[in-house]
C-alpha cells in the first residue's frame, strides 16, 4: 500500500486544502491527513476543533484518513509507512519555503519523497490566515471552505 503524508496547520481547512487532497487521493492507497499540533504556532481553532472540522470534510474521501502529530514530520511519517508527503502550492511565494523544506525532509528521510502540488485555480490566493482575517469582519467566505467551515467561522465572528 502506497501511503502518503499531508500535513498541516489547518486552522482552518479550505477548499483549496480539499483539492490537493483529492488529487492527492487519486496518486496513493492512502492518505494520511496530519494536523501537525505546534502550539508556537498559536492557532486560532483548538486541535480538537481542526481535527472534528477536518473528519467531517474528509469522512466522504474513501482513501483519506486524519491524525494528529507533533514533533517533526519525517518521523510521522515512518511511522506512518509513509513513501511520500504531499503539499500544496498556491504562489511562487509559497515555493521557496516548501522547498527548504523537502530539501531537509530528504536530509532526514531520504526514501519518503516530496511532492509539490499547484492548488486549482481559484484557490491559489487564498490561505486559512486570509479567510479568518476576512471572516472576522463579517465577509462571506462560503466560497473557499467548506460549509462546517463556514458556520465554525460564523459562529466565532458574529456579523458586525
Keep these: 500500500m502506497r501511503i502518503c503524508i499531508y500535513p498541516g496547520t489547518f486552522d482552518p481547512i479550505t477548499n483549496g486544502h480539499l ?9 496513493f492507497d492512502k492518505v494520511i491527513v496530519a494536523i501537525a499540533d505546534n502550539p508556537n504556532k498559536r492557532p ?3 486541535v480538537e476543533e481542526r481535527l472534528a472540522l477536518l473528519n467531517e470534510n474528509v469522512a466522504q474521501i474513501p482513501n483519506a484518513s486524519t491524525a494528529v502529530f ?3 514530520l519525517v518521523d510521522f511519517a515512518k511511522e506512518q509507512g509513509a513513501v511520500a508527503i504531499i503539499r500544496g502550492l498556491r ?11 523537502s530539501l531537509m525532509n ?13 492548488t486549482k485555480e481559484g484557490y491559489n490566493y487564498t490561505s486559512s490566515s ?7 469582519f463579517g465577509a462571506d467566505v462560503s466560497h473557499f471552505v467548506p460549509p ?10 458574529p456579523k458586525r
Design 91 to 101: 504562489a511562487v511565494s509559497d515555493f521557496e519555503y516548501e522547498f527548504q523544506m
Design 106 to 118: 530528504r536530509h532526514l528521510a531520504p526514501e519518503i519523497e516530496t511532492i509539490l502540488v499547484m
Design 148 to 157: 462546517s467551515v463556514n458556520a465554525a467561522l460564523r459562529k466565532r465572528f
Design 19 to 27: 483539492d490537493v487532497l483529492k488529487r492527492a487521493c487519486r496518486m
Design 44 to 46: 486560532f481553532f483548538s
Design 130 to 136: 486570509l479567510i479568518k482575517q476576512v471572516a472576522e
Design 70 to 72: 507533533t514533533g517533526m
